[in-house]
Every structure is written in C-alpha cells, then in structure tokens.
C-alpha cells in the first residue's frame, strides 16, 4: 500500500521559515511528479508548488520568490522550503503525487494526510 508521509509543518511566526517533507512509501514503478497543495479554513484547496517529472515547476503566484519545491529522486521524497512566511500562509498544507504502478503509461493521484502550518502575526 502506498503511503504519503509528510512532516515538518507547525508553528511559527511571520517573516520566519518552515520546511516540510513528503516521502512516497510503499511498491511503485515510477512518480510523474510531486507536489504541494493547500486549503485555508473556508477556502478550496489550491496549488502551492508542483515539480513534474522532466517538465517545469509550477508556484503559485502568492508564494513565488519565498517559496521552493525541491526533491531527491532516490528517496521518492519533495521538499517544500517556506520563507519570509505571512499569516496569509496559515493552511493545512498536502503533499501530492502522480504515480504510476506499472510500465502501462498510467498515473494515479495521491494525497498525504495533510500537515497545518500556522503563520502567527
């Protein structure tokens, strides 16, 4: 069974840093990319960062410049690291990949548990 497993989000007060963490745990044949979503209270989920494999990374607009997605492929793990974070950036933050379980060419989304960051002003 394949797993998301995400870690580092907390709390932390504004214009300071967080990093979190995604690991893919489990059987797969290969990730198509990786990524970052999140969801304010009342909000809809949305995107934060995503890295497809051999394509260009995605910020949103909001986060561009302080915000940076990065990975290591031999560890099926991304990173997102925050900086000079607001309080605007209080959200439950998800980790997401597209995964292919065999050679068929098809890609499955998957979602980690989620992780709150809290940006206290």
């Known amino acids: 069974q394949v797993q998301l497993v995400e870690s580092g989000g907390g709390l932390v007060q504004a214009g300071g840093s967080l990093r979190l963490s995604c690991a893919v745990s489990?059987?797969?044949?290969?990730?198509?990319?990786m990524g970052w979503y999140r969801q304010a209270p009342g909000k809809q989920r949305e995107l934060v960062a995503f890295s497809p494999s051999g394509g260009a990374i995605n910020y949103a607009n909001s986060v561009k410049g302080r915000f940076t997605i990065s990975g290591d492929n031999a560890k099926n793990t991304v990173y997102l690291q925050m900086n000079s974070l607001k309080p605007e950036d209080t959200a439950v933050y998800y980790c997401?990949?597209?995964?292919?379980?065999?050679?068929?060419?098809?890609?499955?989304?998957?979602w980690g548990q989620g992780t709150q960051d809290t940006v206290a002003s």
């Open positions: 997401n990949a597209l995964i292919m379980f065999t050679a068929s060419g098809v890609s499955y989304s998957r």
């Open positions: 489990g059987s797969i044949f290969s990730i198509n990319g």
